[in-house]
């Protein structure tokens, strides 16, 4: 049978994607949101404690399919592997319904004004590729508060003198002080510092429908049980289906977007549920599949007019891939210092975001989410063994007498850190899987000392009698935390894939909307840009689209 023809194809639905495919089906624009995992529930992700904290042997637990997906990874010494979900050095994407917004821990960052103009402010590292973005905060700052509004977010910003301009408070209050907060809090005010509760997409009181946040320790890396933590899959992807405007369907792997004769997006291939190639024709395509994902996507597209892929006329696609590299310390107390409160992370600091002397950018020093006991073993001082009695006596002992304060370091973006498609290794559908290569740069390892540094402080002002340094100390490519900055956004074709709406600048009616199109990624978990972003650019498609020039 064959598929009806839409206005819009969405392919993904994270974080930008469930916002587009929400704001384009209220417009009364037929939309099909692709999604190639499925939707996952508490029940069938169960609280694991050593399979559901990200990556680890036992496989991410909210896709992707561990035995289909490969990558292949590019070591900084050139040796490469073929890497599976379950290992580090695949740099793991969320797969399912919702995406990272599933099992995320849910901070809720605005970017600073100053993130928007690094290169303005700070120049260009050596080595790298900094540029100011094409957009300013003041452009995002309605989109931002629409987001914090309609998905949700909790918690007080008022006194962080360092945050950008906004016109209301944040609609939820922040949870109850955790013991940590009513230690940490007085600990940075006599430093001189500003602290204030970390902003979440988290329900604190009942909020749109759906009940607040119960505390229990599984947060970050888990599903919701009580669907208090906000993702796209119970707030904006309901409604968009509710519209009677959109259609989700999961479990489809796609595999290119082909162009007519004059250079237009037209469909979109893909393998369904039942491994059918199927072919979707559009008047418009969004691609929403992260930063590695959406790279390769276009890669994988070649045509007579892009024959190395499309929007990579000169050479951008893939390039500049980045993260996040998170340093701070651990310090252990001799009293009990924690309560078994969920989420954990509630209290920060962004004094050191911006204006560190000799350093570009900065980054925000936040509380940790609840250690799981693996986690706090994993953070054992040195000379602390790994098993027998010792270690049993150290965990029993320190388990419950320790704090962890890390951050997000702003990353320098680097050319040479990429996402390629494989010439020779293909997934289980016979599509050229991404090869990631490149390391990031040098100016990262000095942010994060800088990090360490001032978590060192604030850790022992608050009393801890022992801190132990978490911070990288070498580079490596960075993707595993926040990629983003694969399909740069900019003014310039020649050094950038998208313009300033996020629509590539070869094709007119194909857009790219997640943190691939971030010029920077700040000092900031990335995902409340994601969205102002996404809700940015669908309100550019819904003024343009009468005017028959999308179409």
Not at 161 to 172: C, D, E, G
Not at 188 to 212: C, D, E, K, S
Not at 324 to 346: C, I, K, N, R, T
Not at 442 to 466: M, R, T, V
Request: net charge neutral; aromatic share 8%.
């Amino acid at each position: 049978m064959k598929i009806k023809h839409v206005n819009v194809v969405v392919i993904g639905s994270g974080a930008g994607g469930g916002v587009v495919a929400k704001e384009l089906a209220e417009a009364g624009l037929d939309v099909v949101l692709l999604e190639r995992g499925r939707w996952v529930t508490p029940d069938q992700e169960r609280k694991d404690d050593l399979r559901n904290q990200r990556t680890t042997v036992l496989g991410p637990s909210c896709g992707p399919d561990e035995d289909k997906e490969p990558r292949v990874f590019v070591d900084p010494e050139g040796r490469e592997q073929i890497v599976w979900p379950a290992d580090g050095a695949y740099n793991n994407n969320a797969a399912c319904v919702g995406g990272g917004t599933v099992s995320y821990g849910a901070m809720a960052w605005r970017y600073m004004a100053q993130d928007f103009q690094m290169k303005s402010l700070y120049g260009v590292p050596a080595g790298s590729t900094l540029d100011d973005w094409p957009i300013t905060y003041a452009d995002l700052e309605p989109f931002y508060e629409k987001a914090e509004n309609e998905i949700g977010v909790s918690g007080d910003v008022t006194p962080d003198p360092f945050k950008a301009p906004r016109r209301h408070p944040l609609p939820m209050p922040p949870l109850p002080d955790s013991r940590e907060t009513q230690i940490l809090k007085p600990a940075a005010q006599r430093l001189g510092w500003h602290p204030f509760y970390i902003p979440m997409l988290r329900n604190t009181v009942p909020y749109n429908g759906r009940p607040g946040c119960m505390r229990c320790r599984w947060c970050c890396g888990f599903v919701c049980e009580c669907d208090a933590k906000n993702g796209t899959q119970n707030t904006v992807i309901r409604t968009a289906l509710a519209s009677g405007h959109c259609e989700l369907r999961t479990h489809c792997i796609v595999a290119g977007i082909t162009l007519d004769t004059k250079g237009r997006a037209k469909a979109v291939e893909y393998f369904d549920a039942q491994n059918h190639r199927q072919t979707q024709t559009a008047d418009l395509v969004v691609v929403s599949g992260g930063a590695i994902e959406s790279a390769r996507l276009l890669l994988n597209s070649p045509s007579a007019l892009f024959p190395q892929g499309l929007g990579n006329r000169f050479d951008w696609v893939g390039r500049n891939l980045q993260g996040h590299a998170y340093s701070g310390a651990f310090g252990l107390f001799d009293h009990d210092v924690y309560d078994d409160l969920g989420p954990g992370a509630e209290i920060a600091i962004c004094d050191f975001n911006h204006g560190n002397p000799g350093l570009v950018g900065g980054m925000l020093l936040a509380n940790e989410f609840c250690r799981l006991p693996y986690q706090v073993a994993n953070m054992a001082p040195l000379g602390i063994p790994r098993w027998g009695k010792a270690h049993k006596d150290y965990m029993r002992t320190w388990f419950r007498r320790s704090i962890v304060i890390m951050g997000p370091s702003q990353e320098m973006p680097v050319f040479s850190s990429r996402v390629q498609v494989d010439p020779k290794v293909k997934d289980y559908w016979g599509i050229p899987v991404a090869r990631l290569s490149g390391v990031d740069h040098p100016h990262n390892i000095e942010l994060c000392k800088f990090a360490s540094d001032k978590a060192e402080l604030w850790l022992k002002e608050a009393g801890a009698i022992q801190v132990t340094r978490r911070q990288k100390t070498q580079s490596w490519l960075s993707a595993g935390q926040h990629q983003a900055g694969t399909c740069r956004m900019g003014n310039d074709p020649k050094t950038s894939v998208v313009d300033k709406h996020c629509k590539l600048h070869d094709v007119d009616n194909l857009f790219v909307v997640d943190a691939s199109v971030h010029a920077n990624n700040g000092g900031f978990n990335p995902v409340l840009t994601i969205m102002a972003v996404a809700y940015y650019a669908s309100d550019y498609i819904k003024r343009a689209w009468p005017g028959g020039g999308l179409r």
